[in-house]
């Protein structure tokens, strides 16, 4: 469906111009780290400063990939969503929950302050603020982010990705939140089977991209 990030990003972009207003002030945050890879092209084909926001996943006891909630701060407030129904079924400890919330929001301000290099975040206050990932599947890490975001006061909070599942994207506007997206495909196993190539993207990488689209 997708070569690769870069190229899922461009035909995003195409997508996104036409329905955000060119008067717009816009903020694209990337998800990294795929995520900035294809926040990138957005962020240029809008003429929009590009930066980071890190949600992170809380994953289950003994089944780190199994999600049962999300992380993101909001300058320095922790903003958690988790899966009520799957933490019941597994009977998730509440200290188990509380610990991986610390250890994720740890890793969280490590990275921040890795891909920034000193500095500042980019405001958002006002702003209408475009947060892309390279794919969206349950939505928790996106989610996450968005309350974030929306903790800082901006205009409007928009989420955009290449592709997700269709079931995903009518929970999404149950909940009120917008999510712009060019592909809906089912069955939906894994984000990584929509691209050629989803090799993994590293720290550098991030901070790359980022230096690139800072402002001189």
Known sequence: MFRDRAEAGRRLAVHLRKIIDEAADVVVLGVPRGGVVVAAPVAAALGAPLDVIVPRKVGAPGEPELAVGAVALAEGEEITVFDDEVIARLAVPRSYLEAEVLRQRQEIERREQAYREGRAP?????????????????GMTVRAAAEAVARRAPKDVLLAAPVAPPETRREFHRLGL???VLETPTPFMAVGQFYLDFDAVEDDDVRTILRRSAPA
């Open 122 to 138: 980019v405001p958002v206050g006002g702003r209408t603020v475009l947060i892309v990932d390279d794919g969206i599947a349950t």
């Open 178 to 180: 917008r999510l712009e």
